[in-house]
């Protein structure tokens, strides 16, 4: 008896947490809301890849968003896509069930973030957990940090030229080259890989900066 006391003490005093860590962050339903009103867009996309061992120029498309559909993309040329970095509606963090934690607050360049995590609770999510950065006052997610179940850790960091703007201009994709595999042999002949360097032991760190056109929103 005297365990049960206990133990239903201890259910008392922490339920209110744990309720907490059930529910999903107001905020954050708030933007998921705003991102699904979008429909489709078409938009002109430049790639440019920083990774020391890779030196290629700057790549062009053209890509295709229609809701519920794979992405599109057209190029003349061979473009490295960041397949994480070019979901902007974010649909991988939201098409399965999860919960969400409040971890507080975090200052950015001067500016303070709402931080939260969000937790996959269907075993069909392609990752573990994610650290999401809510610019409340826009409604917006301003960066995350995604821990995949198959190729590690990546880091997206949007920019927004206007405080109205639901899609970002710019986008810096960030990942560890160990975790991610990439098409060496397909980069184009402009395209000059070190090898030697590519080959050495050690963390290596690869980012891809888009700068984005949009040439047609539609929204619901």
Do not use: H, W
Not at 14 to 38: H, T
Not at 66 to 90: A, C, M, Q, Y
Not at 128 to 143: E, M, P, V, Y
């Amino acid at each position: 008896m005297r365990f049960l006391r206990i133990y239903l003490l201890l259910l008392i005093c922490f339920y209110p947490f744990m309720l907490k860590a059930q529910e999903i962050d107001s905020d954050l339903l708030q933007i998921k809301e705003q991102l699904q009103q979008i429909q489709s867009y078409t938009a002109n996309v430049t790639f440019d890849v920083d990774i020391s061992f890779i030196n290629m120029p700057k790549k062009e498309a053209i890509i295709y968003f229609e809701k519920g559909e794979k992405l599109r993309f057209d190029s003349d040329d061979f473009v490295l896509i960041p397949k994480k970095g070019l979901d902007l509606s974010l649909n991988q963090l939201f098409e399965q069930s999860f919960i969400t934690v409040d971890r507080g607050t975090e200052t950015i360049e001067g500016k303070s973030y709402k931080v939260l995590n969000v937790i996959p609770t269907d075993s069909k999510a392609d990752f573990s957990i994610a650290k999401l950065f809510l610019d409340t006052g826009n409604k917006r997610i301003q960066s995350f940090e995604v821990s995949t179940k198959n190729e590690g850790v990546y880091r997206v960091a949007f920019q927004f030229e206007s405080v109205k703007k639901i899609l970002p201009d710019k986008v810096k994709v960030s990942f560890e080259l160990e975790k991610v595999s990439l098409p060496f042999n397909f980069m184009g002949k402009d395209t000059e890989i070190n090898r030697k360097e590519m080959r050495q032991d050690g963390t290596k760190e690869g980012a891809i900066y888009l700068t984005i056109d949009y040439k047609d929103i539609t929204l619901k």
